[in-house]
């Protein structure tokens, strides 16, 4: 596609249940990326994969977090037993060559992101 | 482990006026440093960044950012701001050796003026 698009844009769920959300990176990207951003705050690295092997997940808050790159396209990004602190714009970005330290031209092309509410 | 600190969550300036956002990072090792920025209701766009070599880089809409090792500073700057440059503005950095790894400061909302 034109860009990367996440869905749904917007999640809304109670305590305790399980989510899962969808990345859908620029075609041809080598490399996907999570990130989760609170309100008034920057975006925090969660994790992310080249092809389908993830890479760095560092970032993920726990074990309910985990994510996901099977075919090396589309990525899911599950939060298991959801709790009102995971309430957070969680936003997925790709990029071309596999990292942002391959040239001049690599950057990131970050999706709108999926809203996500614990009540 | 590198983090960013952006001192100004707000800076208010007038149309046409000069603009500094400042930025400052610690880290020990080489770093690769970004300014994003996010206009409202959109994804974050990469303004510039810098690898390596000049310390002073160009990126789009007139925007430029200088790296300044002994201060460990990555300051944005911008000679003559407009109204379509309001938006919020995040400095970046990452580790050479995890260069995808990267970690965002909180912001800067920058609110132009007329």
Same mark, same amino acid.
């Given at each position: 596609?034109?860009?990367v698009?996440?869905?749904?844009?917007y999640?809304?769920?109670?305590?305790?249940q399980?989510?899962?959300?969808r *990345?859908?990176?620029i075609s041809?990207?080598v490399?996907?990326y999570?990130y989760r951003?609170a309100?008034?705050?920057g975006p925090?690295?969660?994790t992310y994969f080249?092809?389908e092997a993830?890479?760095?997940?560092?970032?993920?808050?726990?074990?309910r977090?985990?994510?996901e790159?099977p075919?090396?396209?589309i990525?899911?990004?599950?939060?298991?037993?959801?709790?009102?602190?995971?309430?957070a714009?969680?936003? *997925?970005?790709?990029s071309?060559?596999?990292g942002?330290?391959?040239?001049?031209?690599?950057?990131l092309?970050f999706g709108?992101?999926?809203?996500?509410?614990?009540l | 482990?590198?983090s960013?600190?952006q001192?100004?969550?707000?800076?208010p300036?007038?149309?046409?006026?000069?603009?500094?956002?400042? *930025?400052n990072?610690s880290?020990s090792?080489?770093v690769y440093?970004f300014w994003?920025?996010?206009y409202p209701n959109q994804?974050?766009?990469l303004l510039?960044?810098?690898l390596?070599?000049?310390?002073?880089?160009?990126?789009?809409?007139?925007?430029?950012?200088?790296?300044?090792?002994s201060?460990?500073?990555?300051?944005l700057?911008k000679?003559?701001v407009h109204?379509?440059d309001?938006?919020?503005y995040f *400095?970046?950095v990452s580790?050479?050796s995890?260069?995808s790894?990267?970690?965002f400061g909180?912001?800067t909302?920058?609110?132009?003026?007329?």
């Amino acid at each position: 596609g034109a860009g990367v698009s996440q869905s749904p844009r917007y999640k809304v769920t109670k305590r305790g249940q399980d989510v899962a959300l969808r *990345c859908d990176p620029i075609s041809g990207h080598v490399s996907l990326y999570w990130y989760r951003q609170a309100l008034g705050q920057g975006p925090e690295f969660l994790t992310y994969f080249n092809y389908e092997a993830q890479q760095d997940k560092s970032g993920l808050p726990n074990d309910r977090f985990s994510a996901e790159r099977p075919e090396g396209s589309i990525s899911t990004l599950t939060i298991q037993r959801t709790e009102q602190r995971d309430s957070a714009m969680y936003r *997925c970005a790709s990029s071309l060559l596999g990292g942002v330290g391959q040239g001049p031209n690599e950057k990131l092309f970050f999706g709108s992101g999926t809203q996500l509410s614990v009540l | 482990a590198q983090s960013v600190t952006q001192l100004d969550s707000q800076v208010p300036v007038f149309e046409e006026a000069p603009v500094e956002l400042r *930025c400052n990072y610690s880290s020990s090792v080489s770093v690769y440093l970004f300014w994003y920025v996010q206009y409202p209701n959109q994804g974050l766009q990469l303004l510039l960044k810098y690898l390596s070599g000049s310390t002073l880089v160009k990126g789009i809409n007139g925007f430029e950012a200088e790296f300044n090792k002994s201060q460990t500073s990555f300051h944005l700057r911008k000679p003559s701001v407009h109204i379509s440059d309001t938006a919020e503005y995040f *400095c970046a950095v990452s580790h050479r050796s995890s260069a995808s790894k990267i970690i965002f400061g909180s912001g800067t909302r920058l609110s132009i003026r007329p």
